[in-house]
């Protein structure tokens, strides 16, 4: 299974971008997702997560109300979409899959990871 994150850039404070998240060599529709990020000297921390059928999402209180996880199990992909970006956003931001359906904010419940995308937000 592998998984290919892209989407990420340097945006100004207060911007978008939309995160995506290619899966292959599984079928994703089995999979609970998350997004997690890392900045530099910190641990990585939870972002969004979302069941296998799209149908129940949890975020991080950081991001509640500007961060949307969604998810085309069609397409195999998952995506995170930012809005009202600010610099403490900036981070290396990572997928990950589970190998049961349901969400998950535990980064040690998740078996596979992408490369990470880089965002960074300038104020």
């Known amino acids: 299974v592998q998984l290919q994150a892209s989407g990420g850039g340097l945006v100004q404070a207060g911007g978008s971008l939309r995160l995506s998240c290619a899966v292959s060599?599984?079928?994703?529709?089995?999979?609970?997702m998350g997004w997690f990020r890392q900045a530099p000297g910190k641990e990585r921390e939870f972002v969004a997560t979302?069941?296998?059928?799209?149908?129940?999402?949890y975020y991080a209180d950081s991001v509640k109300g500007r961060f949307t996880i969604s998810r085309d199990n069609a397409k195999n992909t998952v995506s995170l979409q930012m809005s009202g970006l600010k610099p403490e956003d900036t981070a290396v931001y990572y997928c990950?899959?589970?190998?049961?359906?349901?969400?998950?904010?535990?980064?040690?419940?998740?078996?596979?990871w992408g490369q990470g995308t880089q965002v960074t937000v300038s104020s």
């Open positions: 979302i069941n296998w059928s799209g149908g129940t999402t």
């Open positions: 060599g599984r079928a994703l529709s089995q999979n609970g």
């Open positions: 990950a899959a589970r190998d049961n359906m349901y969400y998950g904010t535990r980064p040690d419940t998740y078996r596979y």
